[in-house]
């Protein structure tokens, strides 16, 4: 089974890549991020076509999550266990967000995340991506008490380690590489999951995100934020885990390039 993630960064804008990179990868599982679209907007009868059934959950502007599946998709979950809001500028209100949806695809038991940026050190954005990640760990707990494969993949918006980025000094009191986002990782692991490292197809640090503006990617001026984590059921039948880094070639794409986790589950 071949499963990946891709922060699609507008599934409208991107879908031809996306249609494209389907029938090139032929990924059994997709994770789609930042789809960018109301759920009924998602382009069901074009991926359809390939074979997938969908799973989308989104309102439109910067959100939105969706799981594509070849090999079944049942279950479906659409939100975290308790997951906290976001009260915008000007609303009253806490609303949650689409952030996150989850789906039974073969066996297999796969959460696509969205996680949100935090903008600044302090800023209330910040304090709601801290909560947002401890009810991610809340939901794992009580979802891996079932004896099955399990695995959230997705756009963390942290880099686990300082060389995750191209230059932690360039990152200086900024967001996705505190410690108190790693820690939330950390705590992520200590419920019972592991990261599934991908291997770089150029370079020496499989970096997934590089930004548009100042030649980031043809410099590899990047960073490692779309993560894969899964119980010992998932990750003891990886046979191969990387970054497609062509996807972010040409013009028109994301930002991010696919995380793409290959398994052998007998």
């Known amino acids: 089974m071949r499963i990946a993630t891709w922060n699609v960064n507008s599934v409208g804008a991107r879908l031809p890549k996306l249609l494209d990179w389907l ?3 032929e990924p059994d599982v997709l994770c789609l991020q930042e789809l960018k679209c109301a759920e009924d907007a998602f382009p069901f009868d074009e991926v359809g076509e390939l074979g997938y059934e969908i799973a ?8 939105g999550v969706a799981v594509l599946s070849r090999v079944g998709l049942t279950d479906v979950r659409r ?6 809001g976001f009260q915008s500028d000007g609303s009253l209100f806490e609303a949650p967000e689409p952030r996150a949806v989850a789906a039974t695809c073969g066996g297999v038991r796969v959460w696509s ?3 949100p940026n935090g903008r600044e050190v302090g800023h209330a954005h910040y304090d709601y991506k801290l909560r947002w990640l401890d009810a991610l760990r809340a939901t794992a707990v009580e979802e891996l008490a079932a004896d099955r494969p399990w695995a959230v993949l997705g756009d963390f918006n942290i880099a686990p380690h300082d060389e995750d980025v191209w230059d932690i000094a360039a990152f200086e009191g900024s967001t996705h590489v505190t410690p108190e986002e790693r820690k939330a990782l ?9 990261e599934v490292y991908p291997r770089a197809l150029k370079y020496d640090v499989p970096f997934t995100y590089w930004d548009y503006r100042a030649l980031r990617f043809p410099n590899n001026q990047g960073m490692r934020i779309d993560l894969a984590y899964g119980n010992e059921a998932f990750t003891s039948a990886v046979t191969d885990s990387y970054v497609d880094r062509n996807a972010r070639k040409g013009k028109g794409t ?13």
């Open 113 to 115: 995340v969205y996680v």
């Open 186 to 194: 950390t705590a992520l692991t200590e419920s019972g999951l592991t």
């Open 254 to 266: 994301s930002d991010h390039a696919p995380v793409v986790v290959d398994l052998d589950l007998g």
């Open 79 to 84: 939100g975290l266990l308790d997951q906290p």
């Open 56 to 63: 989308a959950h989104g309102t439109g502007r910067w959100n």
């Open 23 to 25: 029938g090139t990868a």
